[in-house]
């Protein structure tokens, strides 16, 4: 049954630019049809018109919701008692305190208004790398599944697509060290662990705006036989659901890593799982040339977060090594020191540029357009949507009807169409280039602002309040 239908002068599909096509949307959510050069059609005439160019929307396929909150607020040297540098191990301590105290309430305020800002920004789907999930002193909740309740709870009340991915976080280093006071909320067993990812399945299951996945947090926080159960386990449930795990992302991770198995983290998960397409390995900063091949031949995704990766000093991900031998990627945004796709993409391209002297570096994947910002975006929209399993990053029928239009009255865009268009988003949309945003059928932006958008702000204010009191 059609809902209703659109009218776009210009959109991007998954053969490339189109001219007058006339979107149908189900009642569902989906796309039901779609008519490019449709102009002429009877439909037409009663199409609600777009204001701009529809592009598909961008999942951002890595988020820790409650980091947001604390964007600005570790910018200070010496700030973890360091004597000496600061590195991604002090923030990680100050970023321990920070979480240590956050209530249920504060969890959803905080998530609900990083959602708001996601969709502003044209990301339709987030996935969510949760590893809150216990009270501060470490005890289950009276539901044991209360915080992943609230994020997804933050994502029904602004809209946005959910991959909801529990995270699996049982120890403190390789080869199962004991896990410190700054991690008791973090922690499970593989059985309570299974039990919350059944649990959230039973709820949810069947929602079309929720998939449930599971995330090993990292190879240091699980040991081989803890990721074999639990993998085992989530089969068990759903033989498709994402798998995304944090690997690589500092050296001292890879050193660590070499000590105890003499193996690098992904030269170790390769040799150790069926890593395919179902997989997210997020960062993957650290490979050598033999580990990038062979990662991109498994079809996994890589799941870049370059504005996270360079505040907190990760390094560069060997990108064009990557991309020629045909690596999938998505973007995410992390720690949220910055909600913007278009920044996130052009920090990829950037970086490359800065490390290899360069310019246009990553228009190579077998894009037909040798367009840099337009190859980032598609490739960007693909992968992210493979990430969060979830029909998504395409417009085309039985795909959900999440989209953006681009704001082409912005003085950046003024003149450009097409993929030069693109180009002008990634490298010059500072001034934010997304007009309206729809999601799962529904307008939740319009000119720019977020439907909830008072309602959320207001209880993010308090919650703020709170936290720097
Ligand atoms: C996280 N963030 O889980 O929030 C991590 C830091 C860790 C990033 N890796 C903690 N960007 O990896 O142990
Ligand atoms: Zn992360």
Redesign the pocket.
């Given at each position: 049954m059609t809902a209703h239908t659109l009218f776009a002068e210009s959109a991007l599909l998954p053969d490339g630019w189109a001219s007058d096509v006339l979107f149908e949307i189900a009642s569902d959510g989906s796309i039901a049809a779609l008519l490019p050069d449709a102009a002429g059609h009877p439909e037409a005439a009663y199409a609600h018109r777009v204001a701009g160019p529809v592009l598909p929307g961008m999942p951002n396929l890595h988020s820790?919701a409650f980091?947001r909150a604390m964007a600005g607020l570790t910018e200070q040297r010496g700030q973890a008692g360091s004597a000496g540098e600061d590195s991604?191990w002090t923030w990680?301590q100050v970023?321990y305190g920070f979480v240590g105290q956050l209530t249920p309430d504060q969890v959803q305020a905080i998530a609900a208004q990083l959602y708001v800002e996601m969709l502003k920004a044209g990301y339709t789907a987030v996935g969510e790398?949760h590893?809150l999930h216990h009270d501060p002193e470490g005890r289950p909740y009276a539901d044991f599944a209360e915080l992943s309740e609230r994020i997804i709870t933050a994502a029904q009340v602004t809209g946005i697509g959910l991959t909801h991915l529990p995270v699996l976080y049982g120890y403190g280093g390789f080869g199962g060290q004991p896990a410190g006071t700054g991690q008791r909320r973090f922690l499970h067993d593989a059985n309570g662990f299974l039990r919350l990812i059944n649990r959230l399945l039973q709820r949810h299951d069947g929602n079309p705006q929720v998939r449930i996945g599971m995330a090993p947090?990292?190879l240091?926080?699980v040991t081989a036989e803890m990721l074999k159960e639990t993998l085992h386990g989530l089969d068990e449930f759903d033989d498709e659901a994402p798998i995304h795990i944090?690997i690589a992302?500092q050296v001292k991770e890879v050193e660590d890593c070499r000590a105890w198995s003499h193996q690098r983290p992904v030269e170790w998960l390769l040799n150790n799982q069926a890593v395919n397409g179902r997989w997210c390995l997020?960062?993957a900063t650290h490979m050598t040339e033999g580990e990038t091949a062979r990662l991109a031949r498994t079809g996994a995704v890589v799941g870049l977060?370059p504005t996270?990766e360079g505040n907190?000093g990760d390094g560069f991900f060997q990108a064009p090594e990557f991309l020629r031998q045909r690596g999938v990627f998505g973007i995410g945004s992390?720690?949220h020191i910055s909600v913007s796709p278009v920044e996130e993409l052009r920090w990829l391209e950037y970086g490359q540029r800065l490390l290899y002297r360069r310019r246009n570096m990553l228009a190579v994947n077998g894009n037909a357009s040798p367009s840099v910002g337009a190859a980032l975006y598609r490739a960007a929209v693909a992968g992210g949507a493979q990430a969060l399993g979830r029909p998504i990053g395409q417009l085309a029928p039985g795909h959900r009807a999440d989209l953006v239009v681009v704001d082409t009255e912005k003085p950046a865009l003024l003149g450009k169409a097409g993929d030069v268009l693109l180009d002008a988003m990634v490298f010059a949309g500072n001034e934010n280039p997304v007009r309206d945003v729809m999601v799962g059928g529904k307008w939740l932006v319009t000119e720019g602002h977020h439907v909830a958008e008072h309602a959320v702000l207001a209880r993010y204010r308090a919650t703020l309040a709170q936290l720097m009191a």
């Open positions: 820790h980091q991604f990680r970023m790398f590893y947090h990292s240091r926080a944090h992302e997020v960062h977060c996270t907190l992390d720690s």
